[in-house]
């Protein structure tokens, strides 16, 4: 899995083989626990859905092979609520594995035993945060934790966890049964294998589409229909709406890889690409991103609590035409101020579309907070 060059595809990028090492080598007294992020509540993504609905049994053997490795007997997958028609088909799949006996005692006669839950969540999109997930799971209310201690060592019920996403897993059968080498060889360098984007937005063909890591973006954007009859390409969000946006000059240069689209000034993140063409009203866009974010704060931290509101109210403000320009300002300290100092990374995916958006298309709040209406409404 080291040599594959897989790095978690949830968001952060960490290399896999290497936060599997981070398991505790001998097991003692203490179990240790996988878990499988499946709750995919990043607006724009959908591409666990596609695995959980039709590869199911793909996502269980690499259970099974990343149960071995870091020396795991128990693994919950976590699935948000609104996937109950896709954890049932999972669960179809893991009643098929037990019956034939390549999980529970003795998986797959390799005297390995290995037991697997599904585990709902009430749609929270802070149970995406990995601490909070483990809080969920243990009945409690889905809130981060302080870190460290990180999950490696005092995870699900203060045990070693080993927590990763839904499509990192199921590229493992994969690369044991082809090497590393091959896995790594499909992508560019320091980004190994394919990935699964989700493309949405102003295309023809919106879907999920699984392409080596390093293809084009303009690529991508092709194999989506291209944008509808008649428009031009404004902007992308290339990783999720937790991911700078990018103008559309910049993004048809990048590749879909890591490296690339950090150069690029945004993430690569879960890879959901939404695309936005010149009907796109900015000052709109970011206050429906804005509320999101507002309504998904936990509340722990009073950065995130406070901040997010704030960004909301003032985009609103300036969207019922009562807006200052002053507020522009005003929108880029607030978030400022939210960006790392908070315990998960909620608020400052709540921030860095505020100060990107701004960044790229002032001009076009400007006139909105002038003229009380977008900009795009008088252009198209």
Avoid at 171 to 187: E, H, T
Avoid at 348 to 372: C, L, N, Q
Wanted: glycine share 12%.
């Amino acid at each position: 899995v080291k040599s594959s060059e897989l790095r978690g595809r949830g968001g952060a990028g960490f290399p896999t083989g290497l936060k599997w090492s981070f398991a505790p080598k001998e097991l003692g007294s203490r179990p240790h626990y996988l878990v499988i992020n499946g709750d995919e509540s990043e607006p724009g993504t959908c591409k666990d859905r596609d695995i959980l609905r039709f590869e199911p049994h793909k996502l269980i053997e690499g259970c099974l092979i990343a149960a071995y490795a870091v020396q795991a007997h128990v693994c919950y997958i976590y699935i948000r609520g609104e996937y109950y028609i896709d954890g049932q088909k999972l669960q179809k799949a893991i009643d098929e594995a037990y019956e034939k006996k390549l999980i529970g005692k003795n998986a797959s006669g390799t005297g390995w035993d290995l037991d697997i839950h599904i585990h709902y969540g009430a749609g929270a999109y802070i149970c995406g945060e990995e601490t909070a997930l483990l809080e969920s799971i243990e009945g409690k209310k889905g809130q981060p934790r302080l870190k460290p201690p990180f999950p490696a060592n005092v995870g699900l019920y203060g045990k070693p966890t080993t927590i990763n996403n839904t499509e990192t897993f199921a590229n493992v059968p994969d690369i044991l049964s082809r090497g590393g080498k091959w896995f790594a060889d499909l992508g560019v360098e320091n980004s190994g294998g394919t990935k699964c984007f989700s493309v949405t937005g102003n295309v023809k063909k919106p879907a999920n589409f699984e392409v080596p890591m390093g293809t084009p973006f303009a690529k991508l954007l092709e194999l989506a229909g291209g944008l509808k009859e008649g428009r031009t390409l404004k902007a992308v969000i290339p990783g999720g709406s937790s991911t700078p946006l990018l103008t559309a000059d910049t993004a048809m240069k990048m590749t879909m890889d890591y490296d690339s689209i950090a150069n690029a000034g945004s993430m690569l993140g879960a890879g959901s690409v939404i695309i936005m063409d010149d009907s796109t009203c900015m000052v709109k866009t970011l206050t429906r991103l804005a509320h999101f974010y507002y309504d998904e704060s936990c509340g722990q931290c009073t950065p995130c609590r406070e901040g997010t509101g704030w960004l909301y109210r003032v985009l609103q403000r300036i969207l019922d035409g009562n807006g200052k320009n002053e507020d522009l300002d005003l929108l880029l300290s607030v978030q400022g101020k939210i960006i790392g100092n908070t315990i998960c990374a909620l608020g400052d995916a709540a921030a860095t579309p505020v100060e990107s958006f701004i960044r790229h298309f002032r001009p076009e709040f400007e006139y909105y907070i002038k003229h009380g209406k977008s900009m795009v409404e008088v252009n198209v």
